[in-house]
């Protein structure tokens, strides 16, 4: 009895931790209804239709901002067939000089894939801060591990492209500069646990918009 127990036991944990989309066919997302640990509800199967699992990225985002860089999501909220599969995807556009400053993605890890241009990326180990960076050119394709921080810049003399795909419909991103200098957390207390200097924490606050 005991024995049957050990086998039965994983079984039952298996089953207990699938997608909601192993249930049925798809859980098509219903961004009006609740959203929950296993992502949105989903949408009645006899309302869902052919174009909730196609989207289109053909479009460049839009780099003239701070970071000359865009992300396109394709996540669940505006791809709704993608809710419940553990999968999603965005399209990255680098203008020269680009750059997705350090960042995570705490619930998920990413494939990131290059169409066009030149591009260096890292990620650093939570153990012992290990660095594993690379230059990476046309046809490159880089793994980023859940929950570590990378960045990636357009190292090239042109623009660039890449696409990222995530092992969730909705991977999360935190950016540690917004994270850190946008937000209103006292001067002198971000000076304190960062060992930045206080004029140097007022300029990036100023930067990425954070006060006090």
């Given at each position: 009895m005991f024995i049957q127990a050990l086998f039965i036991f994983p079984i039952l944990l298996l089953i207990a931790s699938s997608t909601q989309a192993s249930v049925l066919d798809f859980c098509v997302a219903e961004p009006s209804l609740p959203f929950g640990p296993a992502g949105y509800s989903c949408k009645n199967p006899a309302n869902v239709v052919v174009d909730d699992f196609v989207y289109n990225l053909s479009a460049?985002?839009?780099?003239?901002?701070?970071?000359?860089?865009?992300?396109?999501?394709?996540?669940?909220?505006?791809?709704?067939?993608?809710?419940?599969?553990?999968?999603?995807?965005?399209?990255?556009?680098?203008?020269?000089?680009?750059?997705?400053p350090f960042h995570t993605h705490p619930g998920a890890s990413e494939i990131l894939v290059v169409i066009q241009g030149q591009i260096s990326t890292a990620f650093i180990s939570s153990n012992d801060n290990v660095v594993y960076y690379k230059t990476l050119y046309q046809g490159d394709v880089?793994?980023?591990?859940?929950?570590?921080?990378?960045?990636?810049?357009?190292?090239?003399?042109?623009?660039?492209?890449?696409?990222?795909?995530?092992?969730?419909?909705?991977?999360?991103?935190?950016?540690?500069?917004?994270?850190?200098?946008?937000?209103?957390?006292?001067?002198?207390?971000?000076?304190?646990?960062?060992?930045?200097?206080?004029?140097?924490?007022?300029?990036?606050?100023?930067?990425?918009?954070?006060?006090?």
């Open positions: 460049a985002g839009n780099t003239s901002n701070l970071l000359k860089a865009a992300v396109t999501p394709a996540f669940a909220p505006a791809f709704p067939g993608v809710n419940g599969l553990g999968i999603s995807i965005a399209r990255l556009d680098f203008a020269v000089g680009g750059v997705i880089m793994v980023f591990p859940q929950g570590l921080l990378h960045f990636q810049i357009n190292s090239g003399n042109g623009p660039a492209l890449a696409y990222s795909s995530f092992s969730s419909a909705n991977p999360g991103l935190q950016i540690t500069d917004y994270a850190m200098f946008g937000n209103n957390l006292p001067t002198n207390i971000v000076v304190k646990a960062t060992f930045l200097d206080t004029l140097e924490v007022k300029k990036l606050k100023r930067v990425f918009g954070g006060t006090n």
